[in-house]
């Protein structure tokens, strides 16, 4: 009974703050294709302290805006090289399922995938205890790690 009363106490107050991204390659396209699961909480009051605006990724007034303001932050904080050139990342939409915003986005079509670096630092500036959970995907090849704040950068070879 104690233990689950500590739990309890300890899930309230010691909240846990983890995002996921998903980086793969369509075989077809060659496009780099990126999906970003974020608890929506943290990722407006992200967006609402850097824009200096009051954003509702759930029922937005302005959902072009929302759009833009995501895109804006994602990119600036989930940065990709594939074989050590900048990969542009374009927004494709947003959709939330049950707390947590899937972000995603795509590139142009970029050559093999042999070398993968990512730089992700999204919500560190929010949580000194954030967690950010990679999984990429080449080939049918999968590597995972996970950054947490202030490790901000992977590299994984294919």
């Known amino acids: 009974m104690i233990l689950s009363i500590l739990l309890i106490f300890f899930k309230i107050f010691h909240p846990f703050y983890v995002s996921v991204t998903e980086i793969t390659q369509d075989e077809k396209t060659m496009a780099v294709q990126v999906s970003a699961r974020i608890f929506f909480d943290d990722l407006e009051a992200a967006l609402n302290k850097k824009y200096k605006t009051n954003v509702s990724i759930l029922k937005p007034a302005d959902k072009k805006q929302v759009n833009a303001l995501i895109s804006a932050y994602i990119k600036d904080h989930l940065k990709i090289k594939v074989n050590n050139t900048d990969v542009a990342l374009s927004f494709v939409g947003y959709e939330i399922e049950e707390e947590a ?58």
């Open 101 to 158: 915003a899937w972000c995603y986005f795509e590139s142009a079509k970029v050559p093999p995938i042999r070398q993968l670096r990512i730089h992700n630092d999204i919500l560190f500036e929010q949580h000194s205890a954030q967690i950010n959970m990679i999984h990429a995907i080449i080939k049918g090849k999968r590597q995972s790690t996970k950054l947490d704040n202030p490790k901000t950068t992977v590299n994984f070879l294919f």
